[in-house]
């Protein structure tokens, strides 16, 4: 079976059904087999995995997925593209493609009805103004998900894996981490894909935590405190904490900061994620106390 990841069969493929390059859904395909490959290997997928991959395109990845994978459910919202995935997957009949928005989408119910349940693996070459969206979503619904293998834009994948004291570190580096361990997977350059993006790539891998790694008592003021610290980026911890609307005095947050033997003066984007969960768990046994 010939591959899809040139620029010849991809053209070819693209003339054939008149398809158009919809910007507005940010559609760039991958037209390099050695990248392809190097998903599929960064996905580490083995013969009994199932994969769920967001924005197949013209079926070049998720061919290479379903020759390994016991199944591959592709989730595509472009309806012109459906015909031309019925081709390109007719000789992979352990694929199922779903029209649907994957962030509209019941991403639980897909897992217990289409992949038994799981577990599952989340590989994707997304379009990048839904990247963080998507993985935010498989981390924090509690989907069983074992990798996410995903394109996203170098400047995401920076802050995705960023440690404290840098400038691309945020509460994305926080989010992310909390949930996974992340490591970079390949650059990407801009003439791998068809239309060329207008920025450079990176192939991101996170893997999830098996049991959660940190403490943490209260999740959803965690991620409020982690938000607030990074609100104001020039102020310090103190300033930033009192000044965002969380409902605590500012002489409750500078007693916290005390018992987490965190100063008071330094700014969020120096803390690491122990000294976060510190925090937020000393400010919880505060709010539960009174």
């Known amino acids: 079976m010939e591959r899809l990841s040139t620029p010849k069969a991809t053209k070819e493929i693209v003339e054939k059904y008149g398809f158009k390059f919809s910007k507005s859904l940010g559609q760039n ?124 834009q170098k400047e995401v994948a920076d802050r995705m894996k960023a440690v404290p004291s840098t400038k691309d570190y945020g509460s994305l580096s926080v989010a992310v981490q909390y949930y996974s361990d992340v490591d970079i997977v390949t650059t990407v350059p801009r003439s791998m894909f068809m239309p060329q993006p207008n920025v450079e790539s990176t192939v991101i891998r996170l893997k999830s935590h098996k049991e959660p790694k940190y403490n943490v008592n209260d999740k959803d003021l965690f991620f409020r405190v982690v938000k607030a610290s990074f609100s104001k980026r020039r102020k310090t911890i103190l300033n930033a904490l009192s000044t965002y609307g969380l409902e605590f005095s500012k002489d409750d947050i500078k007693e916290s900061l005390k018992e987490a033997n965190i100063e008071e003066n330094r700014r969020g984007e120096t803390l690491s994620i122990e000294e976060f969960v510190k925090l937020a768990n000393v400010m919880s046994q505060k709010s539960t106390s009174k």
Do not use: W
């Not at 924005?55 to 990845?61: A, K, M, R």
């Not at 962030?103 to 289409?114: A, F, G, H, R, T």
């Open 29 to 152: 395909f991958l037209i390099n087999s050695n990248i392809i490959d190097k998903i599929v290997d960064g996905a580490q997928i083995s013969p009994g995995d199932y994969v769920i991959e967001v924005g197949p395109g013209i079926g070049t990845l998720t061919r290479e997925m379903a020759s390994i994978a016991k199944k591959v459910v592709a989730v595509e919202i472009d309806k012109t593209l459906l015909p031309i995935l019925d081709e390109t997957l007719k000789d992979s009949p352990n694929v199922e493609v779903v029209n649907e928005d994957i962030l509209k989408c019941d991403i639980q119910k897909l897992v217990d009805e289409k992949l038994e349940g799981g577990p599952v693996k989340l590989v994707a070459n997304l379009p990048y103004y839904i990247t963080t969206p998507i993985v935010m979503k498989f981390l924090e619904e509690n989907i069983p998900v074992t990798h996410i293998v995903v394109m996203v």
